[in-house]
């Protein structure tokens, strides 16, 4: 068999492209990246596995965080910045918080310039609209298409510039000289043409990978691919335990069930109520209420749901019909018709019924808040894949500024390292042929296989069955169980067809991210013992302040497994605690409320 | 403790228990048919497929339970499965649509045929090659401004903006257009989607650049003949024809075909029209 595979990829031939700057990702942070690179006067490739613009930036529709101060002129980056710290729970790493909170105003106006348009004040400036546990008013949006204005204006802006972009082309592997990534293998989904990307920095923005759970919101793309390269190449992976439910997804019908429905509803001033007709979030955050942070409300909305009081498809009720249908047409369009289309609910008259669905990836790629490198050299993350911003739980709205925060840093970054280096990018060319053999392997498979689809239902099925929105250490251990299962039976997955655009073929490949991404989370889960943002043990009582002050650090080990290291986190400069001091802050960001301390 | 373990076993397993429990009680023994395009470059036919009709299931379920249990190279784009990113945009029944916004129901048991678009070659399936419509949006000036962000700018000043920037890109526009779709003008005709594209950067108040020139010339406009089947399939209700291609013809009409200006260009040269554009864009009143 060995000697068979070797003689057919002698054959394969591939092509080589060469950028000084590879970008793998087309969403907001790739893109701005690729903006930031091409001004540097370098060459740029960008791979993305979709086409341009359907990235899963296109799918945010809240807003953009920033503290223009617009409505709310009190706002200000320092309170950005300990909103973003309190709603981490404090394991945030407190410099990309600061960089992030100063620099998102500058990157909203940028596009601006670039020709991105936002709703207006009467004043004539960017309107902010507010959104769950932001002190002011902070989202700067369109309606609830932003993160469609933010990625069309990203493309229109990166068709004007010389770097070349290769659609619908998956990455397989990052090529390493030494210790230095100088590339990486890719396909092109049309065809299955192998393509040999030499590059002197990658940067890896590829999103996340809530397509691990079944009930998600995430398109068919969130598959965690960069992570995975990125890991497989050396790098360090931070609060990988951390995934966020967001509280309001769709329930009915089920094939739309995990679509989201926007936090802008409760900005808009949404109200939640359970069966009983209760408006329940009273229990869990009368202060905040329906705008508390998404953790809180996405238990909330679980427990409700869990003790009896939910709707009759097994949600809550999300009710926005005092608006009209006026104000629902202008601030909300498209949840009017995204419920009126798909589940014959007109949201004016009736309330939504929603339930908590898998959002967002806090964790991801460890990176240097100043220049997005990873700690293996030319290679650079920014976005969702990597981690460190949002720690155990992301704010709305904050990504789609963090995006270009550090998308641009990331570009600049890896700028810089290539404006510095003479290395030269050749590798073996045995590791490339190597590679694509292992890439083609279930194409050749011969006799009885598994469907690749199957493991990925199965996969999904596993996660929230036991990794869920509440943890226990004795289902993540039946749950490791089962994902260590699916990874033995990788070898076995076989696909029908040819390599012409066939997404057996592309799913074989998804799989691997997946299993390994859902053990790295299990493992990770089990470490964190405590209740802390989106990791919710329920076999541990609260906060353990010990844990609040360090990261769980995830890193290939010598034998190729996963080694877990805590990680102390250094304390806050002067500059930035002394913010906290005139203010009574508890240290878990609110979650110890005496009473109702679960919450 | 005992029991007290217990309770968190329940609760934590649960959470979603039963992931199928949905589409055990939509399932009511009822199914589906489909017929899909098979085939690539070199021609294909119609595959039938039968499969477990689910409430509310989409023509995008129904392809995507075909790939995972019945054929698993079958070829088919999307991504957001919420009608917000363009990408599943194929034609049913010979009408471009988006399948993740096509209910089954809505054929009431008659014959559902999936093809790709058809207005561009096909790649395999359900897939077709689009990428002419990226070249053509390359060639379009992009916004650029005098002016410094952060504008001041009024909702009044940009509230027909918004309707242009809906535009999710599913080039179903494009598909139906005859000028591509019968007539194959794809070298000298931009299509429905880039007037679309072109209205808002002529009409932005900060924009400093003049695309009439081009819209006459590379773009193709006076092809156009505002039969408004571009209207008809936009999924997010752009008025196309209206309020996208109608301005843009008379815009050009005024600048090319007004003998007045034709004069002036004579005595002034090509460009002596460039304050007038810009005075327009500023305007309320513009078209």
Redesign the interface.
């Known amino acids: 068999m060995a000697s068979n595979g070797n003689r057919d990829t002698a054959r394969e031939r591939y092509e080589t492209r060469e950028y000084d700057v590879l970008i793998v990702g087309a969403g907001g942070a790739g893109l701005r990246a690729a903006v930031a690179a091409t001004e540097n006067g370098l060459s740029v490739g960008i791979v993305t596995k979709?086409?341009?613009?359907?990235a899963?930036t296109?799918?945010a529709e809240g807003g953009i965080a920033a503290s223009?101060g617009n409505v709310d002129p009190a706002d200000g980056w320092q309170t950005h910045f300990m909103d973003t710290m309190k709603s981490g729970k404090f394991i945030n790493n407190w410099r990309t918080a600061e960089i992030f909170a100063k620099e998102a105003p500058d990157r909203v106006?940028?596009l601006?310039?670039?020709?991105a348009?936002f709703?207006?004040t009467?004043?004539?400036?960017?309107s902010q609209r507010p959104f769950g546990a932001h002190t002011y008013r902070r989202l700067c949006h369109?309606?609830d298409?932003t993160?469609?204005?933010l990625i069309?204006t990203m493309q229109?802006?990166v068709?004007?510039t010389d770097a070349e972009?290769y659609?619908e082309t998956t990455i397989t592997k990052l090529l390493k000289s030494g210790d230095r990534v100088v590339g990486a293998l890719a396909y092109t989904r049309?065809n299955g043409k192998f393509i040999h990307f030499k590059a002197k920095a990658v940067v890896m923005a590829t999103g996340g990978w809530g397509r691990i759970f079944?009930?998600t919101s995430n398109?068919?793309?969130g598959t965690g691919d960069g992570v995975v390269l990125a890991y497989d190449a050396g790098a360090e992976l931070v609060d990988m335990e951390m995934m966020q439910f967001h509280p309001t997804g769709m329930?009915?019908?089920?094939?739309?069930?995990g679509?989201?429905v926007t936090e802008g509803v409760r900005g808009e001033g949404g109200l939640l109520r359970n069966s009983e007709g209760d408006r329940y979030m009273e229990n869990y955050d009368p202060e905040r209420m329906e705008l508390s942070s998404r953790d809180v409300v996405a238990r909330a909305n679980?427990t409700e749901v869990?003790e009896g009081r939910g709707s009759p498809?097994?949600g809550v009720y999300l009710d926005i019909t005092h608006l009209g249908y006026d104000g629902i047409m202008n601030k909300l369009p498209?949840m009017h018709?995204?419920f009126l289309?798909?589940?014959?609910i007109d949201i004016s008259k009736e309330p939504m019924e929603v339930f908590p669905t898998v959002h967002y990836t806090m964790g991801g790629i460890k990176t240097d808040p100043e220049t997005g490198a990873s700690n293996v050299p030319g290679l650079f993350a920014a976005g969702e894949v990597a981690g460190g911003l949002h720690g155990a739980n992301r704010l709305g709205g904050n990504s789609l500024s963090d995006l270009l925060v550090f998308g641009r840093r990331a570009g600049e970054g890896a700028s810089a390292y290539v404006k510095e280096s003479v290395h030269s990018s050749d590798i073996a060319e045995g590791e490339v042929l190597t590679e694509i053999g292992r890439v083609l392997e279930p194409l050749k498979k011969q006799g009885e296989g598994e469907?690749?689809?199957?493991m990925q239902?199965e996969l999904?099925?596993a996660m929230?069955?036991?990794a869920?929105?509440?943890?226990?250490g004795?289902?993540l251990k039946e749950g490791l169980g089962k994902v260590l299962g699916l990874k033995d039976r990788l070898a076995n997955m076989k696909?029908?067809?040819?390599r012409?655009?066939?997404?057996?073929?592309h799913t074989a490949q998804d799989i691997r991210y997946l299993i390994q991404i859902s053990e790295i989370i299990i493992r990770t889960a089990l470490e964190r013992t405590e209740r802390r943002g989106a990791q919710w043990r329920?076999?541990f009582d609260g906060p353990d302040d010990e844990l609040g002050r360090v990261n769980f650090i995830v890193k290939k080990d010598e034998q190729g497994e996963v080694g877990i290291q805590k990680r102390e986190i250094p304390p806050m400069p002067e500059h930035l605690a002394s913010l906290f001091e005139d203010k009574v802050v508890d240290m878990a960001g609110g979650e110890k409320r005496g009473a109702e301390s679960q919450f | 403790m005992d029991s007290n373990s217990a309770e968190q076993k329940d609760m934590a397993s649960k959470a979603h228990a039963d992931v199928h429990a949905d589409e055990k009680a939509a399932a009511n023994g009822k199914t589906a048919k489909l017929r899909i395009f098979r085939g690539d470059s070199g021609g294909g036919e119609l595959v039938d497929y039968e499969l477990p009709l689910v409430e509310g299931m989409v023509v995008l379920d129904a392809v995507l339970y075909v790939q995972a249990h019945q054929a698993g190279d079958l070829a088919v784009r999307w991504n957001c499965k919420a009608a917000h990113c363009g990408s599943c945009s194929a034609e049913i029944n010979g009408k471009p649509r988006l399948l993740c916004k096509t209910r089954i129901e809505e054929f009431d048991g008659g014959e559902i045929q999936v093809h790709p678009l058809k207005a561009f070659p096909v790649i395999k399936d359900l897939v077709s090659d689009i990428s002419w419509n990226y070249q053509v949006s390359k060639g379009i000036k992009p916004f650029t401004s005098d002016e410094q962000a952060p504008f001041t700018m009024y909702e009044e000043d940009v509230e027909r903006l918004y309707e242009p920037k809906k535009c999710i890109e599913c080039f179903m526009c494009q598909d139906v257009c005859h000028v591509l779709r019968t007539h194959h003008k794809h070298a000298e005709f931009a299509g429905p989607r880039f007037f679309v594209r072109n209205q808002w950067l002529e009409m932005h108040p900060m924009d400093n650049q003049d695309r009439l020139h081009d819209l006459k010339e590379d773009n193709g406009l006076g092809l156009c003949n505002i039969t408004k089947c571009c209207t008809e399939v936009c999924p997010v209700d752009i008025h196309i024809t209206d309020n996208s291609i109608i301005p843009l013809k008379e815009r050009v009409a005024d600048e090319y075909y007004d003998p007045a200006k034709w004069l002036m260009r004579k005595i002034r040269g090509n460009r002596g029209s460039r304050n007038g554009a810009a005075a327009r864009n500023g305007s309320r009143n513009g078209n």
């Open positions: 979709s086409l341009l613009g359907k899963h296109v799918m223009l106006y940028e601006e310039q670039w020709g348009l709703n207006r009467p004043e004539g400036k960017i369109v309606g298409r993160g469609l204005e069309r229109e802006k068709l004007a972009v659609m049309e079944k009930v398109s068919w793309e329930v009915w019908p089920p094939g739309v069930r679509l989201l679980y869990q498809h097994g498209t018709e995204q289309k798909l589940a014959d469907s690749p689809y199957l239902q999904q099925e929230m069955e036991h869920n929105l509440m943890r226990t004795d289902s696909v029908q067809g040819s012409l655009f066939n997404p057996g073929w329920l076999d």
